[in-house]
């Protein structure tokens, strides 16, 4: 398959390319859980009534609120910690709100031999950035994904948003969440969290092909 690739997008007129359109259909229907089809729906019907009205905080929420939901989580990075407590504050005038930072149990990165950030101060790409050293003995508390998405689960959640987890953390915590996951932002430290960024503009576009060839 490579839709990607494919300059006519003749399915969105109605076109079949695959053999799954039947078995598609029976997943949404027939499988007895009708919240599937209701967030279809939807999903539907903030796009065709407010297109390019909304914004993502927006829709999060009217959806949420068509949905049915009333308690919603937030899973945080530690760096968006006054974006979460933006978003949270907002949140809360719609839904109880559970909200988890990344860094929570503070479980030291030495109980599973991950690599420090810090181990010879703050790390930039010409070594290190003086006065940020920690001492070896000190906690450098890892992210810990499966225990938001533990924290939650206990908390019983019935949606839950990502706020800049790193990449992977947020894919283990989706794994463990037994509530739905929508991304509100993906982590980007380079680009503002905007990782579409690296492809509107033109230098770190060049910089990726030509990585991609390397």
């Known amino acids: ?41 939807v999903s539907a019907r903030i796009e065709s009534r407010y297109y390019m009205q909304k914004t ?23 760096g968006l910690e006054n974006e979460a407590e933006l978003l949270c504050n907002i949140l809360s005038h719609y839904f109880a709100v559970s909200s988890v930072c990344c860094k929570v149990c503070g479980i030291d990165k030495s109980y599973f031999e991950l690599e420090r950030l810090h181990k010879d101060g703050a ?5 290190t950035v003086a006065g ?12 810990n994904p499966i225990g938001q998405a533990l924290i939650l689960n206990r908390e019983k959640t019935d949606l839950n948003i990502i706020l800049g987890l790193c990449i992977g953390h947020d894919i283990l915590f989706t794994q463990y969440s037994e509530a739905p996951v929508t991304t509100l932002a993906v982590k980007d430290r380079v680009l503002a969290h905007n990782p579409l960024g690296a492809l509107y503009s ?5 910089k990726l092909r030509k990585a991609a060839r390397e």
């Not at 927006?58 to 949420?64: P, R, S």
């Not at 790390?123 to 070594?127: A, D, E, T, Y």
């Not at 940020?132 to 992210?143: G, K, S, T, Y």
């Open 56 to 78: 993502r905080i927006e829709e999060v929420i009217q959806y949420a609120q068509e949905m049915g939901y009333k308690k919603v989580g937030v899973a945080f990075c530690i």
């Open 202 to 206: 033109g230098y770190y576009f060049k």
């Open 123 to 127: 790390v930039n790409n010409k070594g």
């Open 132 to 143: 940020a050293e920690i001492e070896p003995e000190e906690v450098e508390a890892m992210c």
């Open 1 to 41: 398959m490579n839709c990607a690739g494919c300059k006519e997008k003749a399915c969105a007129k109605g076109k079949d390319c695959t053999d799954i359109a039947e078995e598609a259909k029976a997943e949404y229907k027939d499988k007895g859980d009708a919240n599937v089809l209701k967030s279809l729906r």
